[in-house]
Structures are given as C-alpha cells and as structure tokens.
Nanobody, 126 residues
C-alpha cells in the first residue's frame, strides 16, 4: 500500500510558475505508473498528465507546452512543473499511482489508479 503526499501548491499571479511534488512511500516506485489530476470547484476531477514506468508522458490538450511531468525514481518522487499559469488552472491537484509491473503504458482515467494523495491547492489570480 503506497502513500502519496503532494506539496508545492500556493497562490500565484497569472503568468507565474509553480512546481508540484508528489512523494511516494513505496520502495518499488519504479513499478508504478503515475498521474496528475485536478479538480476545480463544482467540476469533475480531470486528467492532466500521466507518466509511464519508463518516463513516457501524455498531456491533456489544455496544458501542452506549459506543464511538464517528470519522475525521479531514486527519490520516489514525481514532479509537475507548471509555467504560464492562468485562472483556468485554479484547482486542487492530486497525485495518483497505479502498480503495473509488466506494462509501460500511460493511464488517463481515474478508475485506472488505485492510490491517491490528499491534494494540494493551486490558486491563480488574474
């Protein structure tokens, strides 16, 4: 059972940058595919970006060119670098993990992830 803890959220101005971190408790971190989701008030939780065990990434259209996901397996941590933030990026951001020993896929659906962090608030003022 892996525990995930997000950090790095905060209040920023439009055009600013933030880097979110997600620290995992699992020593076999390299066997997990990871993802970032976000949920704005009154809206469904939506996929932002996912990363495979080997580092392949897939981004939702609204963040392409602005957000970058990466993983550091020796540190059991994934990151979300967010640049050129705008008000539409305001949401609670959640880290998610899926154990996938034999697959190198990226996963884009909420139901595909078994483990979730507590979320970190990102607020972008315009």
């Amino acid at each position: 059972q892996v525990q995930l803890v997000e950090s790095g959220g905060g209040l920023v101005q439009a055009g600013d940058s933030l880097r979110l971190s997600c620290a995992a408790s699992e020593r076999s971190f390299s066997s997990y595919a990871m993802g970032w989701f976000r949920q704005a008030p009154g809206k469904e939780r939506e996929f932002v970006v996912g990363i495979s065990r080997s580092g392949t990434t897939y981004y939702t259209d609204s963040v392409k060119g602005r957000f970058t996901m990466s993983r550091d397996n020796p540190k059991n941590t994934v990151y979300l670098q967010m640049n050129s933030l705008n008000a539409e990026d305001t949401a609670v951001y959640y880290c998610a993990a899926r154990q996938t020993v034999y697959s190198n896929s990226v996963y884009t659906e909420r139901i595909q992830y078994a483990y979730w962090g507590q979320g970190t608030q990102v607020t972008v003022s315009s």
